[in-house]
């Protein structure tokens, strides 16, 4: 395929992305338009149907557990339960390794998405990741076939995953400095101009194009100054891409259409099965990188589905109805007066951000085909 | 080993691990000698032996560079990435490799002396001590190999990947691991002398004094163990887990948590004398100067050893782990973008 060679239906999509998708923005600004994301995906790659939305559309299993966290120190005893209990409850299986075997084959491959760059306040906790690969070993799977991984190396020293998880599990940082492309393919990418930087492509990483088989997705469940939250969607999307942060430039966002059509591109949109959503912690403001405490809730829960859209839905209300209870302004505030420039403002005070956010880019991922926006479709299951 | 005058041939200046408190240097760094691009990141510590700075890259190559000018002496390309600080053994290099290998390369030449290897990535640093050289792997086994043969001595298996830089006295070499234990093991055997849990896997490399091991641990607290039987002396709860390793100074374990201080606790009683913030997160040890206290955590700090207030900083060597070798004119940082630096 000549480069220039684009997925049309992506185009298609990421046109429909730009007008009308913002139903909830309030506030006095307008916002300029994003430009139109070309996607390049492989050739001829043949979806699946384990990838998003999945198995089950629409469907959110919400465990909490109050002693999950104590002292700010993640209990692994109790997140096996809830993660048993989740999968359970999510597959309707009655036991542990029916419900991971509806995703996972001995055979494959497993490529863990862990979200890291919060470490060490609010990342995702390496007990659930230990969990996970237990479960996968259950079903057979090699240590050496399970990868965690990341994109940026030092992001995961910092949470020190290599030294807390399990002997033979690979685990991977794509990159180790901004400019380090060699882990990305040339082959496929998302290319767009959004504020006239020189290179207007992101990539996607080679151990996702053409390494794992299966993709477990493990987002925590925070704020996020450009995109409104960071769950699934952004964890997925601009953790798999390279040269990502151009798409926002304060005070403009355009992590909305971005994110959504990150996700749909092939092979990533297939590969990921699974969704298990870190809500040990809650960051209701200064995301993703905050170190924080103040900012920082102990919530002891997990999300787990197939849906992401679903899933970062119900993580935009969560965060929503905890800024509200905080007095912070809402995620899709549009006020000038909120934006500064001035990161340890941003940090500090919860009436400020960095950019006007794109919460949108939640429902925006959900129009084309990621999953389902409308609180009222979302089959919202609570275990206490 | 022994080190003299601003020779720094092992992680935290030698063996001891008292983190160089014998230099005379850290005052505030006022000028640079020279900077140097080695055009992959750094995730690893210098070292320094007669005038010549040995630097890991993470691409995998091993450079050797002339303290003086900057100049590249030779360059070692290994065949996997390189998180290891290396270790001067004799006339050879030590360092780690992804690859699983320690490679011992000739100070004089730049060339391959002997290679070992183990079944999982190396990030330790090798410790070598009356011609054994130690290391840990992500394998989760101890090695023992001859210094100049590199042939295998032993090996002990344990229950998780160790990150953890051993430290070796006659006694027994003492190690953390990622199955959350603290480990002392015969040199001689590798038997198992004593073990002793903590509540979560260990990144920190040990300091032994007085029989006092002292070690971080990912369970967010500081322990003090019985260099003889491991049992708990005292410990002390910081706000987050611990990465960095403690560097020893008399009467004082220094040590830094991610809750982005960095603790001066008195090594007997454990009881806090100071505690400073150095950024939001510390991963890295600190080094010991004449009276002061130097520490890289997104810029380099330097506190007064005695009451913890800030000397000095410097917006240099924003490396998460790496350790600065101080000498008593110049200070050697290297940075996560690969620049290595002579601050003056």
């Not at chain 1, 839905?313 to 800024?323: D, P």
């Not at chain 2, 090594?267 to 100067?289: E, F, H, S, Y």
């Amino acid at each position: 395929m000549d480069r220039r060679t684009f997925v049309k239906s992506s185009l298609g999509a990421a046109g429909l992305l730009v007008t009308g998708l913002d139903p909830f923005a309030r506030g006095d600004i307008s916002l300029p338009q994003p430009p139109r994301v070309q996607v390049r995906s492989r050739p001829q790659e043949k979806a699946s149907p384990l990838g998003m939305p999945g198995l089950f559309p629409g469907r959110v299993v919400e465990v909490h557990d109050p002693e999950a966290v104590i002292g700010n120190r993640v209990s692994q005893p109790v997140v096996r339960n809830m993660l048993e209990q989740g999968m359970k409850e999510l597959t309707g299986e009655r036991t542990v390794a029916d419900a991971w075997a509806k995703f996972i084959e001995p055979a494959d491959i497993v490529g863990i998405k862990i979200n890291p760059s919060g470490a060490p306040a609010c990342c995702s906790s390496p007990e659930i990741v230990r969990e996970i690969i237990a479960a996968l070993q259950l079903l057979r799977v090699p240590a050496s076939n399970i990868i965690v991984y990341d994109r940026y190396a030092y992001e995961i020293d910092v949470g020190s995953y290599q030294v807390l998880l399990p002997p033979g599990v690979q685990i991977l940082g794509i990159q180790d400095g901004f400019s380090d492309v060699s882990g990305y393919d040339p082959n496929i990418f998302c290319e767009a101009s959004f504020f006239g930087e020189w290179e207007t492509r992101s990539y996607m990483a080679s151990v996702v194009a053409n390494k794992v088989t299966k993709i477990i997705n493990v987002p925590t469940l925070k704020d996020h100054s450009a995109s409104g939250v960071t769950g699934c969607l952004k964890n997925l999307g601009y953790g798999t891409f390279n040269n990502v942060a151009r798409s926002h430039r304060s005070p403009f966002s355009f992590t909305n259409p971005l994110i959504g059509i990150m996700c749909s591109v092939e092979p990533l949109r297939s590969k990921a099965v699974l969704h298990i959503m870190d809500g040990m912690r809650q960051v209701w403001h200064g995301g993703p990188l905050t170190q924080a405490q103040d900012f920082i809730l102990q919530t002891g829960t997990l999300y787990l589905g197939t849906d992401p859209v679903a899933i970062d839905t119900i993580e935009l209300e969560t965060i929503e109805k905890t800024r509200r209870e905080k007095g912070a302004p809402s995620v899709w505030e549009r006020n000038p007066e909120s934006i500064t420039q001035n990161s340890h403002e941003f940090y500090h005070n919860a009436q400020k951000n960095l950019f006007y956010r794109q919460p949108a880019h939640i429902a925006a991922a959900g129009t084309l085909g990621l999953g389902i926006s409308d609180l009222k479709q979302i089959d919202h299951r609570r275990i206490a | 080993m022994t080190s003299v005058d601003s020779d720094w041939p092992a992680l935290l200046k030698d063996n001891s691990r008292t983190g160089g408190q014998q230099a005379a240097a850290a005052r505030a760094p006022s000028r640079a000698r020279w900077q140097v691009r080695l055009g992959s990141a750094v995730r690893s510590s210098p070292v320094l032996r007669d005038g010549i700075l040995y630097v890991t890259a993470v691409s995998g190559t091993l450079h050797a560079i002339d303290s003086q000018s900057g100049r590249t002496k030779w360059k070692f390309q290994a065949s996997g990435l390189v998180h290891s600080t290396p270790s001067i053994c004799g006339d050879k290099v030590l360092f780690g490799c992804d690859d699983g290998r320690i490679y011992a390369v000739s100070c004089e030449s730049g060339a391959r002396s002997w290679e070992a290897v183990s079944q999982g990535e190396v990030w330790t640093s090798p410790v070598a001590r009356d011609g054994i050289v130690y290391f840990g792997s992500a394998d989760a086994r101890l090695y023992a190999i001859n210094a100049n043969t590199g042939t295998a001595q032993w090996k002990q298996e344990v229950g998780g990947r160790i990150y953890s830089t051993p430290f070796v006295t006659d006694k027994g070499i003492v190690f953390g691991c990622g199955d959350a234990n603290v480990y002392s093991v015969d040199p001689s055997s590798g038997k198992i002398l004593w073990r002793t849990a903590t509540g979560n896997g260990i990144d920190s490399s040990p300091a032994v004094t007085a029989d006092t091991v002292v070690i971080g641990s990912e369970d967010f607290w500081v322990y003090a163990l019985d260099a003889n039987t491991g049992a708990v002396r005292w410990k002390y709860e910081t706000g987050l887990g611990i990465a960095s390793s403690p560097a020893i100074s008399g009467e004082l374990a220094i040590i830094g948590s991610k809750d982005g201080y960095v603790y001066a606790l008195e090594t007997a009683t454990g009881r806090l004398r100071w505690k400073a913030q150095a950024g939001d997160v510390v991963t890295a040890p600190p080094v010991i100067a004449n009276g002061i206290v130097c520490i890289q955590a997104g810029g380099t700090f330097a506190f007064e050893t005695n009451s913890g207030k800030l000397a000095w900083r410097a917006g240099l060597g924003g490396a998460v782990q790496s350790v600065p070798v101080l000498t008593d004119k110049v200070i050697y940082l290297t940075s996560l973008d690969g620049e290595v630096y002579a601050l003056e």
